[in-house]
């Protein structure tokens, strides 16, 4: 097995995120299910933006988000996800670039526009994500560059695109391509809203031993293993996948592999602002510290202080070079 010239490849939906503060009431007048992602269609998203207060927007998708982190971080990554060739298209392409991440995913000439997530956060920090996924569903096959798969030490997924045939498609050859070079896979849970749509396939690929570090929240993984607590998910988990990164909010996380356990103390944030793009932040800050051979307890502590940064502002990437925050955490 040759060397890896990437340290994570990522395959997700490409995403706009227009973010704006709202009340709770905001939530309940408009039928919003709070702290969760909704899919919507194009006739939601316009009459929700229109309804939005002033707003923020920046380019996301969870494990574009991830990769983000990961260059911030100094790591090597590429990414690839499907935009169309529109002004939200352009300016996705320009922020992933500029950030020095690998991007060359050609864009869609006809068909749905950009994705964007329209997301409401309120007082406490909660976020509620709606989401219009447009030209991000028509990732198909044709778009995963093997060779490219091929040199990346861990090949990142999230489980928000495991919807569309074609991009479960581009998925499966991308998980394929990379034991096949053997590579480690990593599989996000991303929502119970998935765990439940897709419970039989995750938990096969699980047993397939064709994920070999897996991310979920408490939520994810009792929902996965339909089980009333957090321990008891736990237990289900362990022996199943090889590793797995189980994050519990303020609780901090739990990272399981084999006979190990680590409990990881969650990183207080300067202050709580949006906990948009925490758990991809995290998964950031593992995977860089894995892919750069660092011990797992290690690897949660970057982890957790990414997250902290992730919540400290609005938007789901870094906006500070995680890179200079780590050196002063001695991580």
Same mark, same amino acid.
């Given at each position: 097995?040759?060397?890896?010239?990437?340290?994570?490849?990522?395959?997700?939906?490409?995403?706009?995120?227009?973010?704006?503060?709202?009340?709770?009431?905001?939530?309940?007048?408009?039928?919003?299910?709070?702290?969760?992602?909704? @899919?919507?269609? !194009?006739?939601? !998203? /316009?009459?929700?933006?229109?309804?939005?207060?002033?707003?923020?927007?920046?380019?996301?998708?969870? !494990?574009?988000?991830?990769?983000?982190?990961?260059?911030? %971080?100094?790591?090597?990554?590429? =990414?690839?996800?499907?935009?169309?060739?529109?002004? *939200?298209?352009?300016? =996705?392409?320009?922020?992933?670039?500029?950030?020095?991440?690998?991007?060359?995913?050609?864009?869609?000439?006809?068909?749905?526009?950009?994705?964007?997530?329209?997301? +409401?956060?309120?007082?406490?920090? &909660?976020?509620?994500?709606?989401?219009?996924?447009?030209?991000? &569903?028509? @990732?198909?096959?044709? #778009?995963?560059?093997?060779?490219?798969?091929?040199?990346?030490?861990?090949?990142?997924?999230?489980?928000?695109?495991?919807?569309?045939? /074609?991009?479960?498609?581009?998925?499966?050859?991308?998980?394929?391509?990379?034991?096949?070079?053997?590579?480690?896979?990593?599989?996000?849970?991303?929502?119970?809203?998935?765990?439940?749509?897709?419970?039989?396939? =995750?938990?096969? +690929?699980?047993?397939?031993?064709?994920?070999?570090?897996?991310?979920?929240?408490?939520? /994810?993984?009792?929902? @996965?293993? &339909?089980?009333?607590?957090?321990?008891? !998910?736990? &237990?289900?988990?362990?022996?199943?996948?090889?590793?797995?990164? *189980?994050?519990?909010?303020?609780?901090?996380?739990?990272?399981?592999?084999?006979?190990?356990?680590?409990?990881?103390?969650?990183?207080?944030?300067?202050?709580?602002? #949006?906990?948009?793009?925490?758990?991809? *932040?995290?998964?950031?800050? =593992?995977?860089?510290?894995?892919?750069?051979?660092?011990?797992?307890?290690?690897?949660?502590?970057?982890?957790? @202080?990414?997250?902290?940064?992730?919540?400290?502002?609005?938007?789901?990437?870094?906006?500070?070079? %995680?890179?200079?925050?780590?050196?002063?955490?001695?991580?």
């Amino acid at each position: 097995m040759s060397a890896a010239s990437l340290d994570v490849i990522g395959l997700g939906n490409a995403i706009v995120d227009v973010l704006a503060p709202a009340a709770d009431a905001f939530l309940t007048r408009h039928g919003i299910s709070k702290g969760t992602m909704t @899919l919507i269609d !194009a006739e939601r !998203a /316009e009459s929700l933006y229109a309804a939005m207060g002033p707003a923020v927007e920046t380019s996301g998708g969870s !494990a574009a988000n991830t990769i983000a982190g990961i260059a911030s %971080l100094g790591g090597s990554a590429a =990414f690839i996800g499907r935009v169309k060739d529109d002004v *939200l298209g352009k300016v =996705f392409t320009h922020d992933i670039r500029a950030l020095g991440v690998r991007y060359e995913t050609s864009m869609a000439t006809e068909g749905a526009p950009t994705a964007r997530c329209l997301i +409401l956060v309120t007082p406490d920090a &909660q976020r509620s994500m709606n989401t219009f996924l447009g030209a991000s &569903q028509a @990732l198909g096959p044709d #778009d995963v560059d093997e060779t490219l798969v091929a040199s990346a030490s861990i090949t990142y997924l999230e489980g928000y695109l495991w919807d569309p045939p /074609e991009a479960k498609q581009a998925f499966r050859k991308a998980m394929d391509t990379a034991k096949k070079n053997g590579r480690r896979v990593a599989f996000s849970l991303s929502d119970p809203f998935c765990v439940d749509r897709y419970r039989t396939e =995750f938990r096969e +690929l699980i047993n397939k031993q064709a994920i070999d570090i897996l991310f979920a929240n408490e939520h /994810e993984l009792c929902a @996965l293993y &339909q089980v009333g607590g957090f321990d008891e !998910a736990l &237990q289900a988990a362990r022996g199943r996948v090889p590793m797995a990164a *189980l994050t519990r909010s303020e609780k901090g996380s739990v990272i399981i592999a084999g006979n190990e356990i680590h409990v990881v103390d969650a990183v207080p944030p300067t202050r709580l602002v #949006d906990s948009t793009g925490a758990g991809d *932040l995290y998964a950031a800050g =593992f995977l860089y510290g894995l892919a750069h051979g660092r011990p797992l307890p290690a690897c949660g502590k970057l982890a957790s @202080l990414c997250a902290a940064e992730a919540i400290s502002h609005m938007g789901p990437r870094p906006e500070t070079s %995680l890179k200079a925050l780590a050196a002063r955490h001695g991580l």
